[in-house]
DNA sequence: AGTGCAACTCTTTTT
DNA sequence: GAGTTGCACT
């Protein structure tokens, strides 16, 4: 190299550096697992601004987590210190950042709030009384999908979403009640930007005028309405103003939220979709192994419709992956509890080890048996702090304070705590708010105001008791000292719900009232005003990671597979890869191939260790079903994988089995294992209790779990077993 | 209006 | 097996 790169570029390899001073065409980064890519995302930002003279307010990063987005911002202005002004947030708080700065042109309060996915339902169920609740969580997830379609009621493909023709006029109805309440939902975070963008040309410009340089992350987790803000965005020059510089950075073989929305084939087509678009691949990885990378490439292979790709490990060598069979949960349980203390023993860290499964549930075998070994744990994910009901009643007094037509809010607290405002008093005010005759606009609270007279004995002086407190908390909101804490903690307190909740806490030993002390707490950072509340809100709306996680504490970490995305450890244990778990037997076509990526994913997430386990026996909804491996794990190449060192006893002396770890010279299973040469042949006639008679296609021996055999089915039906494990597979004798 | 019981339903879930 | 929801009862 002729000229001397200042340090931060010189850091990077070859691949990186030239995404990073790639300029003047769209630009594809497909970075694999592991290969630097928030360092290529950060450095690009700060050359730009440094190198480039790119104004950072010019500059819009959009990620899908504020983990994310936070990061991206410390590092870059790690570099660059004048990188903290480029606009780097989530998808949707972007959206938000945009509506509330053009909240007139898009039709809204700029102190707008957001309802969530049970905030939809509860909508739809005030609107649609006949649908029960069930039904109407059902009908906002469809809803919200639409939404991320870029669909609206009368898009003529919005039978892609359901087929039930009712949809068209229950979302319409949904929409309708939506914007009578002057507030918004993820989906509109995405979708009403870009209308407005669409519709409104001096918004459309100055936009574009101000975002020259447009990268998003996790690319390959967009969905169809965040593809088309990103259109509308970055422009195609027609209008005179040239196309903003995309950059978007993903990776095809992690894109694991299809379900929630996620289109993989807005990074597949991405080059057709922006002509001239350049490619750079990330493919050296700097966290694995090679040995872990071999597993995880031999998965992933099996998936059609690839950017194709393959990762290179830095680090050679490796140990080879360890497939560990077990015979239920409680030695899966053990086997990972042994796999802590081993590590712990030989100088490690608790928080070395990941235990990572499919569904939450799962989690529950651990968290009962690790206090009973010592073992420190945390669990990533499960509670959620914004969803409790104790939370969300002091956020909808205070969402209330913002916006009187917020009906979701206005019907959660107005008789909460109890003020004997029943249903048929809620009824009342409900249909006098949106009566046009009355002319209280929607307002629940103008129309409680107004027509309390009507209401008699006891829900009278309720709704009065409520309008004083709502008048006395926003008495407080214009105050000019103090922070909102004050203002939220008067909320808590006036309202009767902390008295209300602490009474809960005796009855039921639940932390209620600490739940809302915390919330308390993390308003201090927010000024009393109408502008300081729509920011807390709307943090604790889209930010709902806030919950105390990253104690710090030395602890394993048990996560679900989709939880772990962007994280690593030195030591990952991917627990539960059985058919009809992980995956699950109605899995296929594409959704076969999303769990193959999520597989995919947990693989990559291993520094030196890593361990698969199966059970033969799973405890699921209640009931024990007996399983057979994962397929996935088939699609690994024997001898990538050791299968286990030695026996060790469960512990369990009396039921006198074992745990299968593989291991030592005849190493044999309870009383399954036969001796003498394997009956298990290619050719052998075989029959299934499930599957009926067979034909043995393939063995392939292991070294401790007996063979693994391949069986053709007369139904013309494959499947493969560890004779070892099950009972269900039998030898036909003629 | 609040309590208690039976019936239901169960993936994943950045925002 | 556990948590949630609807409904009936008081």
Known sequence: MAQKLPPYLAALNPEQLAAVRHEGSPLLILAGAGSGKTRVVTTKIAWLVRER???PASILAVTFTNKAAREMRERAAAIEPACERAVIRTFHSFGAWFLRRNASQAGLAPTFTIYDEDDQATLLHGALPQYERSECRRIAQVIARAKDLGLAPD?????????????????????????????????????????????????????????????????QDSNTAQFELLRLL???????????????????????????????????????????????????????????????GDVVSHNAGRLGKELKAERRGGDRPRLVLLEDQDEETAYCARICESRVRSGGRWSDVAILYRTNAQSLAFEKEFPRRGIPYRIVGALRFYEREEVKD????????????????????????ARGIGETSLEILTSAASDPERGHGGDFLL?????AEQLRGKAKSGVREFLSLVKSFRGILG?????????????????????YHRGQD??????????????????????????GLAEFLETIELDRSLSAEDSGADAVTLITMHNTKGLEFPVVIVTGLEQGLFPRDDDEGEELEEQRRLFYVAITRAKDELHLTACRWRRLHGRLYETLPSRFLSEIAPERLAFGGRLIPTGRADTGRVAVQGGGPGAASGSRSAAGPSPWRAGQAVYHEDHGAGVIIKVTPTPNSGPHVVVRFESGKVAQFFPKFTTKLELSRD
């Open 234 to 296: 970055a422009g195609d020059g027609s209008d005179g103003i040239p196309p903003a510089y995309v950059c978007v950075v993903g990776d095809d073989d992690q894109s694991i939220y299809r379900f929630r929305g996620a289109e993989v084939r807005n990074i597949l087509s991405f080059p057709e979709l922006f002509p001239g678009t350049t490619i750079v691949r990330l493919e050296r990885n700097y966290r694995s192994y090679q040995s872990i990378l071999d597993v995880a």
């Open 506 to 531: 005796e009855i039921a030993g639940t932390q209620k009232a600490a739940n809302i002390d915390e919330l308390v707490n993390a308003a201090t950072l927010y000024p009393p005003t109408a502008e």
């Open 53 to 55: 003279g790119i104004d």
């Open 447 to 451: 129309a409680a105001a107004a027509e």
């Open 394 to 417: 002091v956020l909808a007094y205070l969402a209330l304070l913002l916006n009187g037509r917020d009906e979701v809010a206005f019907a959660r607290v107005v008789n909460k705590p």
């Open 479 to 499: 105050a000019s000292e103090g922070s909102l804490a004050d203002l939220v903690e008067r909320v808590a307190h006036d309202s009767g719900l902390l008295e």
């Open 155 to 219: 898009s003529r493909d919005l039978a892609r979403v359901a087929s039930d023709p009712a949809l068209r006029r229950i979302y319409a109805i949904y929409e309708e009640r939506l914007r009578a309440t002057g507030n918004v939902d993820f989906g509109d975070l995405i979708s009403l930007p870009a209308r407005l963008l669409a519709r409104d040309e001096a918004v459309r410009r100055r936009t574009r005028q101000r975002f020259r340089v447009i990268l998003v992350d996790e690319y």
